[in-house]
Nanobody, 128 residues
Framework: QVQLVESGGGLVQAGGSLRLSCAAS????????MGWFRQAPGKEREFVAA????????RHAVSVRGRFRISRDNAKSTVYLQMNSLKSEDTAEYYC?????????????????????WGQGTQVTVSS
């Protein structure tokens, strides 16, 4: 198991930027592919972005492509989500997730069930 703690959420105006961080502890961070998901009130949790365990492969949801960027620092056991050009529809609770990976380049499918370790979430609110 790996424990995940998100930070960096907050209130921002539309068009602004935030950077979310997710610090991991427990098992070896570099063994895990990492993902970000979000959940708005009354909606299902949805995929935002994911990164392979070596950081060399990433995937971003169409809705955030070109605005958000996932990255990781294995030396710091941390994954980041840089969010630019924020929109009101980006308002949600953002969750960090980890999936044990057997390959340096693999990214899990973009489903909640593909990940077995979750953080507690951090709220992002974008005002229009």
């Amino acid at each position: 198991q790996v424990q995940l703690v998100e930070s960096g959420g907050g209130l921002v105006q539309a068009g602004g930027s935030l950077r979310l961080s997710c610090a991991a502890s427990g098992r070896t961070f570099s063994s895990y592919a990492m993902g970000w998901f979000r959940q708005a009130p009354g909606k299902e949790r949805e995929f935002v972005a994911a990164i392979s365990r070596n950081g060399g492969n990433t995937r971003h949801a169409v809705s955030v492509r070109g605005r958000f960027r996932i990255s990781r620092d294995n030396a710091k056991s941390t994954v980041y989500l840089q969010m630019n050009s924020l929109k009101s529809e980006d308002t949600a609770e953002y969750y960090c997730a980890a999936a044990l990976a057997t390959d340096n380049w693999v990214i899990p499918e973009s489903y909640v069930g593909e990940y077995d370790n979750w953080g507690q979430g951090t709220q992002v609110t974008v005002s229009s």
